[in-house]
């Protein structure tokens, strides 16, 4: 499996600013992908990163309040913007997909988690 | 969208006592994958199956994708393995690829 890091692990933000969170593979991957999880509740997808295009957002996300990059196979950003308390939450991207392994193969592994609270 | 289930949404056992968690799912799938969060929020991959039973250790895990279920045992269980555990699933087709719909956990807690 691939190593994945995040960037910051925890922040402490104030209303109305905004956050970048990097997301780092030590090797390249075909899909990377932004999570949300709120306090107590479970995971719920974001976006789909694409590299050198605009993200694929779900239902309820949009560009505005949440830009992504990914500007190769191994790193991406997730921007939480003109934030607020609601957008307290851990973040995390995940991987699928090591470039040059099987194609039916779609395990997919988690970064770490961003812990954001937003006063 | 598909509709993910799990049960039983909380467990509390004593050491060495063995579970079984169930995830119910609506729709035919491509991936399925069982995940244990643990207190400083890492998701710890456990199990990769979309169809069939597999073992690690302690824990094994059976899907039966023809009745759109997966079971997570765990088998003389730690204080370690205290916790939330998630199942995600990947829809089957092509616009829901790599798209993961979680359910909504069952939290275990192991006490000594």
């Known amino acids: 499996s691939a190593v994945i890091s995040q960037k910051p692990s925890r922040d402490i933000c104030q209303r109305g600013t905004s956050l970048t969170i990097q997301c780092q593979v030590d090797?390249?991957?075909?899909?990377m992908f932004w999570y949300r999880q709120q306090p107590g509740q479970s995971l719920t997808l974001i976006a789909t990163a694409n590299q050198g295009s605009e993200a694929t957002y779900e239902s309820g996300f949009v560009i505005d309040k949440f830009p992504i990059s990914r500007p190769n196979l191994t790193f991406s950003t997730l921007t939480v913007s003109n934030m607020s308390p609601e957008d307290s939450s851990i973040y995390l991207c995940?991987?699928?997909?090591?470039?040059?392994?099987?194609?039916?193969?779609?395990?997919?592994?988690f970064g770490p988690g961003t812990r954001l609270t937003v006063l | 969208g598909i509709q993910v289930e799990q049960s039983p949404p909380d467990l509390i056992l004593q050491e060495g006592a063995n579970s079984t968690l169930r995830c119910n799912f609506s729709?035919?799938?491509?991936?399925l994958q069982w995940f244990h969060q643990n207190p400083w929020g890492q998701l710890i991959n456990l199990f990769y199956?979309?169809?069939g039973t597999k073992q690690n250790g302690r824990l094994s895990a059976t899907t039966v994708a023809t009745e759109r279920y997966s079971l997570l045992y765990i088998s003389s269980s730690q204080t370690t393995d205290s916790g939330v555990y998630f199942c995600a699933v990947e829809t089957a087709g092509g616009t829901s690829y790599g798209k993961l719909t979680f359910g909504q956990g069952t939290i275990l807690t192991v006490h000594p």
């Open positions: 995940s991987v699928e997909g090591l470039a040059g392994g099987p194609s039916a193969y779609n395990e997919q592994f």
């Open positions: 199956i979309p169809s």
């Open positions: 090797s390249q991957v075909t899909m």
């Open positions: 729709d035919s799938v491509n991936n």
